[in-house]
């Protein structure tokens, strides 16, 4: 039971490291994202009903969820995809105009982005998105710079966006590195 009195202290918890997969289906140019746990990426085309699907790309990641250390209270993150840094591509978007807001108190905008195609797909609760954006800040010296994490219904048209995504770009390997 989550106790409403409790400034969470977050610890990332059922850590899956995995893919990204974004694809395209030709046919009726949707995309559509989501998380393997294989050991490589799946690459090949296939057809599912009325959708051809051919993969527009892949990034390591991780699935993970969040526990608080004091409470004990398990926030789980299953319609998380990931995390997404603004670049800055859009000056007309909304988490453009939030990342020059920021910028002058060192603070860097992320979105936190769910699955494609959004239509029909379950959206992250203000609440996770704060607990996000405490989890990473909570290791942070707060005089340097900060992380801001928005919501992906910011985003005008994601098809458009080119924030980056955060990934293990260090991550050669599905098994997690041996503790030392």
């Known amino acids: 039971m989550k106790d409403e009195t409790c400034t969470h202290s977050w610890e990332m918890m059922n850590v ?6 974004t694809e395209n289906c030709f046919r009726c140019d949707m995309i559509s994202t989501y998380f393997s746990l294989e050991e490589r990426p799946p690459l090949e085309e296939y057809r599912e009903g009325d959708h ?12 993970f969820d969040l526990k608080c250390s004091k409470c004990s209270y398990l ?10 840094m603004c670049t800055g591509c859009d000056e007309k978007c909304k988490i453009y105009k939030l990342m ?34 405490q989890y990473f800040n909570q290791r942070r010296k707060s005089s340097t710079s900060k992380i801001k994490i928005v919501s992906d219904e910011l ?3 994601i098809r ?6 955060i990934r293990d770009i260090d991550m050669i390997s599905l098994k997690p590195p041996e503790n030392k």
């Open 16 to 21: 899956q490291p995995g893919f990204i997969i």
């Open 52 to 63: 051809f699907w051919n993969v527009m790309g892949s990034a390591q990641s991780i699935r």
């Open 75 to 84: 926030m789980t993150f299953e319609e998380l995809c990931g995390l997404m």
């Open 100 to 133: 020059k807001e920021y910028e002058k108190e060192r603070t860097w905008v992320y979105v936190a982005f769910g699955y494609l195609p959004i239509e029909g797909r379950k959206k992250l609760s203000p609440e996770k998105i704060l607990a996000l954006e």
């Open 155 to 157: 985003v005008d048209n």
């Open 160 to 165: 458009n966006c080119y924030a980056e995504l």
